[in-house]
């Protein structure tokens, strides 16, 4: 059975996380701290001897791959991808609109108010299926939309790697803590995902392991 490692990172803080606005399909530029998230997280992989790069399409990944890619320093020998399968959750109607509107209106479902209090109470995938249900265009994807796109993702980057493979994926917050929610629901202690930070996967054929979740101090060795 194939097995290999993926680290993904979450991109660096953009312009539209800053004003803590709603940002899955839309794009905004890194921040100066979301450049220097990335910047880290490359110098905290810059000593493992990636086979391949990949990230999402959406420009904040791709710029924060190409940091990372700068601090490694067998980047010469390293192809980048994009896949569009990796992007964040799409919002829809709610894109670009601030966040805690977004989760008034959508808890107003459940008579909740707040994130913290829909995601405590429903969970993630329930979650989706509400900001969906709210849409006033139904172009916000549900749970069954946003995984099978996910797992096509993850069916692409089996197909394309090699047993014993490291390569680091640059994706997006709750697009990683889904993952961490799916396979290690333990770890998803309800902190969201960390600008910059590091999330360590064992990948085989037919199962994905989660080594760590949303760290900001690994160092590679």
Known sequence: ??????????????????????????????????????????????????????????????????????????????ISYQYPEFREQCHGYFEGNDANQMWQFVGEQVQLTSESAVLGKYGLEKARDLIHKADLYGEAESNDMFWKRLDRGFNKLRANTNDGDQVFVVSHGM????????YAPKLDVGVPTINGSITKLTITDDDIKVDFFNKTDFVAK
Do not use: C
């Open 1 to 78: 059975m194939k097995t290999f490692t993926a680290y993904f990172v979450r991109h660096g803080q953009t312009m539209l996380n800053h004003y803590n606005k709603i940002q899955g399909w839309i794009d905004s530029p890194l921040t100066d701290k979301g450049i220097a998230d990335a910047k880290r997280a490359g110098e905290q992989l810059k000593k493992i001897n990636f086979s391949a790069a990949y990230s999402s399409d959406s420009g904040r990944a791709i710029e924060t791959a190409s940091y990372i890619l700068k601090a490694n320093q067998e980047n010469i020998n390293i």
């Open 175 to 182: 697009t990683i803590r889904s993952i961490i929610d799916r």
